[in-house]
């Protein structure tokens, strides 16, 4: 499901939307809060931001997110937004995380490919009681890559509010 249609707020790294039902949809850019020794800026990608960050990913890298407008009293979903330039992995998103608080790493799951192209999974889920959190997580390469080089583009971290069908 990609965002219906949102506003860049403060330095535009933020993008924000409301859903129907009066939840907000918080977006931070990849530039602001994802983190490694090898990624660089990429203002080459179709993205909502103005830039995003890529590089290879031999080491794993390091996502801390503030979020600023999230609605009280929602179940967030929390999910990473990539592209990743080999075949052989498909939507599998080949890393081990974990938040800042967990003793131990999980491995991601499959991915959805959204409309536009950018790959989109699901790292965990919280009740938000507040508009602002802090969210460390943690990446570690989950195949060996170092024999072949893949390239990462990482577009943003998503908090998405969850939406029960009935």
């Keep these: 499901m990609r965002f219906p249609k949102g506003v860049l707020v403060g330095d535009g790294n933020t993008w924000l939307s ?8 918080e977006v ?34 390091r996502v801390k997110v503030t979020t600023q407008f999230l609605s009280r009293k929602a179940m967030y979903t929390v ?30 799951g499959m991915t959805h490919v959204r409309d536009d192209g950018w790959l989109m999974t699901e790292l965990c889920q919280f009740t938000s ?12 390469p989950l195949f060996n890559i170092t024999s072949s080089s893949i390239e990462y583009v990482f577009e943003s971290v998503e908090f998405r509010p969850v939406v029960y069908v009935s």
Excluded: W
Aim: proline share 1%; charged share 25%.
């Design 129 to 140: 009681n507040k508009k602002e959190h802090e969210l460390g997580i943690h990446f570690l």
């Design 79 to 108: 999910s990473l937004v990539f592209k990743h330039n080999s075949t052989n992995h498909g939507t599998h998103i080949p890393f081990k995380f974990k938040l800042d608080e967990d003793r131990s790493y999980s491995n991601s």
């Design 28 to 61: 931070i850019c990849a530039r602001k809060c994802v983190s490694a020794d090898s990624l660089v800026h990429d203002d080459t990608q179709k993205s909502r931001f103005s830039n995003v960050v890529s590089g290879e990913m031999h080491n794993g890298f």
């Design 18 to 25: 409301k859903l129907k039902n009066g939840k907000v949809c």
